[in-house]
């Protein structure tokens, strides 16, 4: 079983507090990111999985075993991960497959066996007629898949990642993010990835953690995450939004009312009461932009500020009122600033956070 689970975590350095109390349950197969801004702790908890960190506080385990505990680690090799890193950490001076034998050969397997494993592993990450080749001839995102192909290839119950396409140019980071979530799929290995790109972590994860200042800040399916984000935090760190803060006017089993600036906002969330803070958050992409005054509610006339023309979508800020709104034209419109426009969101769309989720500045 290569269920992992984490409770109470907690690691310091020195008096800083790296990881501040992390509960995690990981389910045999499952693919999860640990997504969050630079320090948030990602990768010290990564560490702390793999065995190359000790624990303040908590727990880890691995199936029903123990490995870490305050005083107790169990060692890295001892614990059946695979890890793949940022920087790919191959060899130049051995060929792509002494490369990816290297582990079996410490372990001492034989050597048909070991000719037969490299010979799949290279076949999975596509890499099947370059065994021969020496690893520095190889371009980068040829080496990651050869780190990858390194861990693979030992078998383990579970696989850790440390931002291992970050070095790669953008173009083939995107494609070795559907690459690596299909092997993934493939084999079936719990899996454990930290990235600071929330798109990448979209693409990849069965469920996302998003972290901050060493905790837990929501985890969830990325579609959960994109529509229902807990926080303020959430809300900005993952997609664009539009952030509205306001007062309930009015709140019924129907609706709340709100009122934010110049708008009085109708969302089709409940259980607020009127005179309390909130946040309304609305993504750009459920703005809609018409030229026509639309039916129904949350409808404002609007002045095009700025507008950005990307192919695919336009980038629009708008102004209503005092109240500047962000939105993103699908298909792309070519409207000249200064054009008077009208502005809808659907109250479906407008997500209410009650101040308290705000965090303390
Ligand atoms: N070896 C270390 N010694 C001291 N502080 C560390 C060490 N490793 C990490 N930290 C600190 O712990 C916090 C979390 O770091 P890290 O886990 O690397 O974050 P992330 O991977 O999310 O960017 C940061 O404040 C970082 O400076
Ligand atoms: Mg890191």
Not at 4 to 22: D, E, H, N, T
Not at 199 to 228: S, T
């Amino acid at each position: 079983m290569s269920r992992v689970s984490i409770r109470g975590l907690v690691k310091r350095f020195g008096p800083a507090v790296a990881v501040a109390g992390i509960d995690l349950e990981i389910a045999d197969g499952e693919f999860v990111v640990l997504l969050g801004p630079s320090g948030c702790g990602k990768t010290t908890t990564l560490r702390c999985i793999a065995g190359l960190e000790g624990l303040a506080e908590g727990e880890i385990r691995i199936g029903d075993q123990v490995v870490s505990r305050p005083g107790y680690a169990l060692p890295p090799e001892r614990r059946e991960m695979g890890m793949v890193f940022q920087s790919y950490a191959i060899w130049p001076h051995l060929s792509v497959a002494e490369n990816v034998a290297f582990g079996l050969k410490l372990k001492k397997l034989p050597a048909a066996e070991i000719r037969d494993r490299v010979a799949r592993a290279l076949d999975l990450v596509g890499l099947g007629r370059y065994g021969d080749r020496g690893a520095s001839q190889l371009s980068g995102g040829q080496q990651q898949r050869v780190a990858l192909a390194r861990a693979v290839v030992l078998e383990p119950g579970v696989l850790l990642f440390d931002e291992p396409l970050s070095n790669l140019d953008a173009k083939l980071r995107e494609k070795m993010r559907f690459e690596l979530r299909q092997l993934q799929q493939r084999l079936g290995i719990t899996s454990i990835y930290v990235t600071h790109d929330q798109q990448e972590a979209m693409v990849i994860a069965d469920r996302v953690v998003l972290m901050n200042g060493g905790r837990i800040e929501q985890m969830g399916g990325p579609i959960e995450l994109y529509q229902r984000p807990k926080s303020l935090f959430a809300a900005e760190f993952i997609g664009l939004a539009n952030i509205l803060p306001g007062t309930v006017a009015s709140s019924s089993d129907g609706g709340t009312t709100v009122s934010a600036g110049a708008l009085a906002l109708h969302s089709a969330d409940t259980g607020f009461r009127a005179g309390q803070r909130v946040t309304a958050i609305c993504r750009p992409e459920n703005l809609r932009v018409s030229i026509d005054r639309p039916e129904g509610p949350n409808a404002w006339q609007a002045r095009l500020d700025l507008s950005y023309f990307l192919g695919n979508i336009a980038d629009v800020y708008l102004s209503v009122g005092d109240v500047q709104l962000r939105g993103q034209l699908s298909p792309p419109e070519t409207w000249a600033p200064g054009k008077s426009l009208w502005v809808q969101m659907p109250p479906d769309k407008v997500i209410l956070l009650p101040d308290e989720a705000m965090p303390a500045q």
